[in-house]
Antibody, heavy 121, light 107 residues
């Protein structure tokens, strides 16, 4: 079965760092891009950016450039999303999703279950 | 950045009725448009890619059409499990952008 499994919910304080994970299985992890999508409470979907699992080539949406860092470790088929200093406005659900190309005709065909991040003092 | 708009914001229908959801892009996205369904507490699910291609396992009652700036998702006959929020996404221009969503709820 093709799936992406994300790490569990996190509760953090402002200023703390955080790294969440997205582990792929059932497919050739290195040949796909992993997209990160934010959903703030009660709101819609926001495109954060994308990373190629094979070589960690990353592209960031301008809204998230400099705010987060993508990484990937193909030896464990896992992509990561990290923050160096969390803000309350980072509170939300974060999804990873698979796509064959950085842009173009295909969609995000496999999604992780989401990781809820709560940032509160 | 391409702005995606969706209408209506909410669509109140009964099971068995036809649902027509619209998505408009602020500039042409060719056919690089996808549709997703999201139910409460769940991750989104890909329904349609490349404007009109059904994703694997998606029932035939879901269909997509359009190109350029105007797109439509049609659900030919609503099943109880189809009541959800639907998002369109353009993947033609960086950064990719999502529409705000259309909620299909039960009348």
């Amino acid at each position: 079965e093709v799936q992406l499994v994300q790490s569990g919910a996190e509760v953090k304080q402002p200023g703390e760092s955080l790294k969440i994970s997205c582990k792929g299985s059932g497919y050739s992890f290195n040949n796909y891009w992993i997209a990160w999508v934010r959903q703030m409470p009660g709101k819609g979907l926001e495109w954060m950016g994308i990373i190629y699992s094979g070589d960690s080539d990353s592209k960031y949406s301008p809204s998230f450039q400099g705010q987060v860092t993508f990484s990937a470790d193909k030896s464990v088929k896992t992509a990561y999303l990290q923050w160096s200093s969390l803000k309350a406005s980072d509170t939300g659900m974060y999804y990873c999703a698979r796509t064959i190309a950085a842009s173009g005709s295909d969609g995000l065909d496999v999604w992780g279950q989401g990781t809820m991040v709560i940032v509160s003092s | 950045e391409i702005v995606m708009t969706q209408s209506p914001a909410t669509l109140s229908l009964s099971p068995g009725e036809r649902a027509t959801l619209s998505c408009r892009a602020s500039q042409s996205v060719s056919s690089h448009l996808a549709w997703y369904q999201q139910k409460p507490g769940q991750a989104p699910r890909l329904l349609i890619y490349y404007a009109s291609h059904r994703a694997s396992g998606i029932p035939a009652r879901f269909s997509g059409s359009g190109s350029g700036t105007d797109f439509t998702l049609t659900i030919s006959s609503l099943e109880p499990e189809d009541f959800a929020v639907y998002y369109c996404q353009q993947r033609d221009n960086w950064p990719s952008t999502f529409g705000p969503g259309t909620k299909v709820d039960m009348k």
